[in-house]
């Protein structure tokens, strides 16, 4: 906790959430994105639809999900489907208008690596992989990540493709046949980050209260670009932060099997 | 025809070793029990077939019985990695293991291909993705209409497919609800399929006609084990365990803890014991 009475963590969660939209429909990830899209359901979009890859419409959990098929999606979702459904109906549709993805390396061009460190054969390190991703990132209209920022995660070159951003940039996903529009947006625990218009490199747009230029390229592999009219980020606000907390602390008493139980 | 036999015998029946086998559900419904059945009956060289490998098929990966695994996300949702499985792609221990990788869409295309009698599957995917390179079962075909490249994998048809379900009525028949995920597909992709349920109630009468039902004559065999899912959940029964997908990271992250734990609680117990394990979930759900 800093002086300013909250964490870059959290202030990365909040900015995430702000950038969602009451009229969205969202493919959440599990981590970081599952709880920015539920601080913003209970805040300032209650009617945005969130969308977990097993199959789950529509849901408004109570506690954040451990993983992508907690029985709470089901339990409180408009509606839950098939997965084959969900991925040839929903997300190859085209009914999905951001999916909202994390990663392990990522690269200026927004492509993300979450399958190997390494040789692919002879992995390092071997991560869980894609899931649901590759095709998240070419069938949503929109692709926002978030991740906290290291010079280990932000790399000028990936080790793997899990899923495609903008490539090598500029019109590389239209060169392949790709119509959707990629990642638009990249939020960190120190700043907000948009594509530049032409080449599609991540460019910051806004700093997080009290990060300076500095931070942010420490703890990037890549040459930062930043914009000429440089925002700073608004401070969480109580709302904000509160809702988020008490998300948290409902959560991890759930997960250790501590929580509430619900009424019988 | 169905028959309802004891676990042991249903897998005994119906698994071998060399199969391909397909052990599914997509977080909700995993047939726990029915895994521990197959590593206390030992079978080796086995190709495991599921999207998301998961706790099973660490501990399967970890006793060695896997030659090859298809799969496409290798986690412990929300945890982390799988140790046993990277130990075994990493190092080689306790055996190397062929991995054959696809997307959450090839593997549910590739299901639904399967269940449909189609050679391969058809959709718009892996577009820019390095999987591509990577696996050479996945192939482009173009569209005789429009011109459109797309994706292409081959179906999945697995010798044997096991699931966990809520109910069967007395004549078989099986009913699925909640996260349904991929089960009716890995069912009607197989040429066997086992289920393991919660309980058998005399008839669907007083059912929704809507409800996902696996009719008698798609199952080969049908075990009763009430809470054999567990640390995973049955929709209207128990809750899911998080914190033993928690506890699982710690176990498996040691080679001689996972043997004494696969000792303690796979080998040296039975199909029996799953109801206990979800007695104190059962209030929380």
């Known amino acids: 906790m800093s002086e300013r009475g909250f964490t870059p963590n959290e202030m990365m969660t909040i900015a995430a959430s702000r950038a969602l939209k009451n009229d969205d429909v969202c493919f959440v990830g599990i981590g970081a994105p599952s709880a920015a899209c539920n601080v913003a359901r209970l805040t300032h979009a209650p009617d945005i639809t969130l969308i977990y890859e097993s199959g789950t419409i529509g849901t408004a959990p109570d506690v954040l999900p451990l993983s992508i098929g907690d029985g709470e999606l089901s339990e409180t979702a408009v509606t839950t489907v098939a997965v084959p459904e969900m991925f040839r109906y929903w997300l190859q549709g085209g009914r999905i208008s951001i999916g909202f993805l994390g ?6 061009f927004g492509n993300i690596n979450t399958t190997v460190i390494g040789d692919y054969f002879h992995p390092k390190t071997r991560l869980p992989g894609g899931g649901g991703a590759p095709e998240i990132a070419t069938s949503s209209k929109e692709i926002y990540i978030t991740m906290a920022q290291t010079r280990r995660g932000m790399v000028e070159k990936i080790d793997f493709f899990t899923s495609f951003g903008h490539g090598e940039g500029g019109d590389h996903r239209k060169r392949l046949g790709i119509e959707t529009a990629g990642p638009t947006l990249l939020i960190t625990d120190l700043a907000i980050w948009k594509p530049d218009p032409v080449t599609k490199e991540f460019t910051v747009v806004s700093l997080h209260p009290g ?8 703890t990037c592999g890549w040459v930062v670009r930043f914009a000429e009219a440089l925002d700073e980020t608004p401070a969480p606000s109580d709302l904000e932060l509160n809702t988020l907390r008490d998300l948290q602390a409902r959560t991890k008493a759930a997960h250790e099997g501590t929580g509430k139980a619900k009424a019988a | 025809m169905v028959k309802f036999l004891p676990l042991k015998k249903a897998v005994a029946e119906n698994l071998n070793n060399g199969d391909s086998v397909a052990f599914e559900g997509f977080t909700h419904l995993i047939p726990t029990a029915a895994a521990h059945e197959a590593i206390r009956q030992g079978f080796r060289d086995l190709t495991l077939i599921r999207m998301t490998p998961d706790l099973i098929y660490d501990q399967m990966i970890g006793m060695g019985m896997a030659k090859k695994i298809i799969f496409s996300y290798i986690g412990n949702p929300g945890v982390g990695l799988l140790r046993r499985a990277r130990d075994s792609i990493e190092n080689g221990f306790p055996r190397s293991i062929e991995i054959e990788e696809h997307s959450h869409a090839g593997m549910a295309n590739a299901y639904e291909a399967g269940a449909a009698g189609l050679p391969c599957a058809v959709f718009r995917g892996y577009r820019g993705a390095g999987l591509a390179n990577v696996n050479p079962n996945i192939k482009s075909v173009t569209c005789p209409f429009t011109g459109e490249v797309l994706a292409a994998v081959p179906s999945i048809r697995p010798d044997v497919t096991f699931i966990h379900a809520q109910k069967a009525d007395r004549k078989g028949n099986v009913l699925v609800e909640g996260i349904i995920g991929i089960q009716k597909e890995a069912v009607l992709a197989a040429r066997r399929a086992v289920v393991t349920v919660e309980e058998v109630v005399d008839n669907f009468d007083d059912l929704h006609p809507n409800l996902t039902v696996l009719p008698r004559w798609t199952i080969a065999a049908i075990s009763v084990v009430p809470g054999g899912s567990h640390p995973s959940y049955a929709h209207g029964y128990y809750a899911r365990d998080n914190a033993a997908y928690l506890e699982w990271d710690e176990i498996a992250a040691d080679r001689g803890k996972f043997q004494a734990w ?22 929380a759900a």
Do not use: P
């Open chain 1, 211 to 218: 990060v300076t230029r500095q931070q942010v390229q420490e």
């Open chain 2, 262 to 283: 696969m000792q303690a609680n796979v080998i040296g117990k039975s199909a029996g014991d799953f109801a206990a394990r979800v007695e104190h979930l059962r209030k």
């Open chain 1, 103 to 108: 990663a392990a390396q990522l690269d200026k």
